[in-house]
């Protein structure tokens, strides 16, 4: 399967996450030659990295899961209505120990160039071990949130306490009790780590900068009636998941808020914050595109923030007052501002006083408050979407670099292939609905069209497949279109658009136009004779 045996595999698959692990169960129900090659040291992909305490899944985990097997779905059962990490990370493994995949895992690797050879129609794949493999396909399923920020901060070198990431936290844990914590960054991962951290940590500082809105979680444990339910009905709700814009039952709300009385929109509200979840920001269909509806939404729940935490001068920094809410990726929280209402929690806000200098023991701001941190934590993101493909040596057609084609942004057709990259796959690429979906039943989806795009090629004898350029321009255009339509561009930093990465270009990322219409999208060029690609 490797170099050694100078055998052409069918597929190389980069990545062991949700998405790598079904194209490799995929590819092997054909009959095909696949190895998947992961950087890690076991699988899992984003659940076998982000192990901070307090880590979950914010769409519900009957959702959450593999839908491709009825078995899998009848054998494994959810405890929590929200997984914790280490509950998805068993998941993953379960699943890839009863398919039997483990022999077509080379872990502990890292793919470091993807090269194409046009007149063989083969990919060159060399790793960081020197190894080289090849195969007729190369699939990226490199993950959108896959490669951690490293922040300009200064001075975070002389700390010389422990420096820990919630994206590679120590796989052993580590015993905070007792100790003074600082954590850097208040998006989903801050949020969910500051109160699994606080009732431990002696004193926690948390230094934010800019505030996120957060809808309640309501996590609890699941019952045995819910999930019989849920497996009676599992082929109706998954079927019906594929026919909303996020691959999720969400119980989409289909007016508008402008059509609306006071009284309608405030049950609306109330209604959706009482059961809580991401399934709030579907209230009203014009929540993220009518900058009315999106300041009366905003308004409730800074109203509803405001009841939560006890100091009005903290409630001040904590509560987001000056982009509109779902311009950011909207976070889920299990008692995050109540969290400051604790004696031993403090808050600085530094984009009022921002950090002047890490020092060897602690934090200085730039007033000349000094906090001393036994321990510090980037919760800082992730260079997404982007990140890990670029940080690929790829090289296509004539030499051409997947770095100099995206240069002023990532150009793709349905997210799933770049011009000039023939016989390349992504799995969740920039252009496909993507982070703005349930994930693992996206990537499944993509890894099915990935999977019935080799087996027609093979069928009708055709080595090749490639976006034409034209194609490719007019997708662009649609996902920047369809953005531009929104208030996404008024996400403070927002990673949508890349602006949490100095001088990445300012580009909006994922594809806003809803699952339901880009799988209609994709079908139909699809049994279109394949329109815009190009196959030889
Ligand atoms: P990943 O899980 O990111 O896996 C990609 C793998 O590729 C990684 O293991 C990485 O090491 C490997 N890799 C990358 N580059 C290379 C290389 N050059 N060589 C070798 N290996 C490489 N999404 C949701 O829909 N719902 C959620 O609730 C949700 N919660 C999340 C919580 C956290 C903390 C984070 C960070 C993300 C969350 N997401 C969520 C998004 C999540 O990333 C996806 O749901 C999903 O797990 C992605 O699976 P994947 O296989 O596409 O990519
Ligand atoms: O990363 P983020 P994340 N100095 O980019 C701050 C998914 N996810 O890991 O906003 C000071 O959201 C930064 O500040 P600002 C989900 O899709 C899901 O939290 O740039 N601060 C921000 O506060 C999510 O969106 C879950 O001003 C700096 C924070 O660090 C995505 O992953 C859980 C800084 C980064 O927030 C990423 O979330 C976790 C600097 N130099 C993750 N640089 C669920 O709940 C950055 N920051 C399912």
Known sequence: MDEQSGVILDAIIVGAGFGGIYALHRMRQMGLKAQVIEAGSGIGGTWFWNRYPGARCDIESMQYSYSFSEEIQNEWTWSELYATQPEILAYINFVADKLGLRDGLKLNTR????????????WTVTCDDGSTRRARFCVMATGCLSIPLAPNIPGIENFEGPLLRTSDWPAEGIDLSGQTVGIIGTGSSGIQLTPALAPQAGRLVVYQRTPNYAIPAHNRPIDEKYVRTWRAQYPKRRAAARMTRNNTLNNAGYRTGAEVTEDQFRTEMESRWAIGGIAFMYGFSDITSNPETNHRVSEFVREKLAEKIDDPAVAETLIPKDYPIGAKRICVDSNYYETFNRDNVELRDIQRTPIEA???????????????????????????????????????????????????????????????????????????????????????????????????????????????????????????????????????????????????????????????????ALEDATRDGYRGFQIA
């Not at 990140?387 to 942004?409: C, N, S």
């Open 358 to 520: 890490v020092t060897a023991s602690g934090i200085r701001l730039a007033d000349g408050q000094e906090d001393r941190l036994d321990v510090l934590v980037l919760a800082t993101g992730f260079d997404a979407m982007t990140g890990a493909l670029k940080r690929i040596d790829i090289t296509g057609r004539a030499g051409r670099k997947l770095v100099d084609e995206w240069e002023a942004g990532p150009l793709t057709y349905f997210g799933l292939g770049v011009a000039h990259f023939p016989n390349m796959f992504i799995v969740a690429g920039p252009g496909s609905p993507s982070v703005f979906s349930n994930m693992v039943t996206s990537a499944e989806q993509h890894v099915d069209w990935i999977c019935d795009t080799i087996r027609h090629l093979d069928a009708v004898g055709r080595s090749s497949i490639e976006v034409t350029e034209d194609a490719q321009d007019a997708w662009v255009r649609h996902v920047n279109e369809v953005a531009d339509a929104t208030l996404m561009f008024e996400g403070k930093n927002s990673w949508y658009i890349g602006a949490n990465v100095p001088g990445k270009p300012r580009v909006f990322m994922p594809y806003l136009g809803g699952v339901a219409d880009y799988l209609a």
């Open 111 to 122: 793919v470091l160039a993807a090269t194409f050879d046009e007149d063989r129609a083969v």
